[in-house]
């Protein structure tokens, strides 16, 4: 058994780190504001071939193994959070054009998402619910040689400056449930679409909101997939991806714990270094133990992911776990800086609130613990 990366994924670290440390992390904090993240961001994620990298270099990605995306997610998750975003959204909906899509749609759309040129949404949430995509209201009528979009998205990452979406819409009856609902690819400029955005505790410059589609008509070619099977496309999706959102809170834990230490060792207090104190001392490597073995689980999901190999529970257990123990290590480390931890001009509040937002979005605990409930106990939990 192998734990180390290739010299390559060695590589890849090292670039990502330097650049990332160097051109994100000194603006992490001042974007902490309901201002979209800079497009320039964007393009130079592009340039390094980091959007969609798991793409076909035919179709302008690199070809990059999943575990070398998991060092991408964590490196960014340490830096700058807000821009760890930009690689999800655009990994997750190149997968699935990548997967789903036809030979014109991969032409035609994965070269702007990979390039950077195009900054892409995923419409699944409404708000109804969440977790119960599988019965979307938002409908898509088949007319003549085009769908005619009506409906409302929420809680949708970039919803105030995204080009493009890749929407789930019921095009099917309501009692079809996840049979019911296809995949879209929408211009988010198009005639009859609006943008409403939220002011939220964390990740303010993801642009979170909502969409409104009235009376929208996106042609027939539009359509990702077979009619009736967008859900699936997407849920297949989401098993790498959990894995990635694992890393990414993992990386801006590990930080806060590595600027901990620091601190804590150079903070003088009852007449010697402060992390001689077992009360400081041991928090750090409670947390240092504890975000090892969930970095283990992420890598793991996506090393099978890269093998072909089931994976489901496991990144299920990557997006329940790694959230909540990233926020719970980073509120003690906060509480180790005292009183100047308190303070907006340190970053840990910011990770914190970062992360809190990936306890909820792209699926809670609750249902991340119920898959892997099901698939532990198998045929006994379907009969629940």
């Avoid at 180390?4 to 994100?24: G, K, P, V, Y």
């Avoid at 302008?60 to 700058?80: M, S, T, W």
Wanted: proline share 3%; net charge negative; hydrophobic share 40%.
């Amino acid at each position: 058994m192998d734990f180390n990366f290739t010299e390559d994924q060695n590589l890849l670290r090292r670039t990502i780190s330097e650049f990332a440390a160097r051109e994100l992390a000194p603006h992490y904090q001042e974007r902490d504001k309901d201002e979209d993240l800079p497009r320039e961001v964007v393009r130079h994620l592009g340039e390094l071939g980091l959007l969609a990298p798991m793409v076909d270099p035919a179709y302008g990605g690199q070809a990059l193994d999943f575990v070398a995306l998991g060092i991408a997610f964590e490196e960014f998750g340490r830096h700058d959070f807000n821009a760890a975003y930009v690689l999800l959204l655009s990994a997750l909906v190149g997968a699935i054009i990548s997967s789903r899509g036809d030979e014109r749609q991969k032409r035609e759309y994965l070269p702007a998402i990979c390039s950077g040129e195009v900054v892409p949404a995923l419409g699944v949430t409404e708000p109804s619910g969440g977790s119960d995509a599988a019965h979307v209201k938002l409908t898509a009528r088949r007319d003549g040689d085009s769908y005619i979009l009506d409906g409302e998205k929420s809680s949708i990452s970039f919803a105030s400056w995204a080009d493009t979406i890749l929407l789930m819409a019921r095009t099917g009856t309501i009692e079809q449930g996840a049979r019911g609902v296809s995949a879209f690819y929408v211009d988010l400029k198009s005639p009859g679409v609006s943008r409403a955005r939220f002011r939220d505790l964390g990740t303010k410059a993801i642009g979170r909101g909502q969409l409104f589609f009235d009376s929208v008509r996106v042609p027939t070619g539009a359509r990702v997939g077979d009619e009736g099977m967008g859900f699936i496309q997407v849920m297949q999706g989401f098993d790498f991806s959990r894995s990635l959102i694992g890393l990414m809170c993992v990386g801006a834990a590990q930080q806060s714990v590595d600027e901990t230490c620091k601190y804590v060792a150079d903070r003088q207090a009852f007449g010697g270094s402060l992390a001689r104190f077992e009360g400081v001392s041991f928090p750090l490597a409670e947390a240092a133990v504890q975000l090892r073995a969930a970095r283990l689980l992420c890598y793991e999901a996506l090393w099978k992911k890269d093998r072909g190999e089931p994976h489901g529970w496991l990144a299920a257990g990557c997006k329940w776990w790694a959230p909540e123990l990233a926020a719970k290590v980073l509120h003690q480390c906060l509480l180790l800086h005292g009183h100047l931890g308190f303070s907006m001009d340190l970053p840990h509040q910011q990770r914190m609130r970062d992360v809190i937002g990936l306890e909820i979005g792209d699926g809670t605990a609750q249902i991340m613990k119920l898959l892997v409930a099901r698939e532990l106990i198998g045929q006994v939990a379907r009969g629940y």
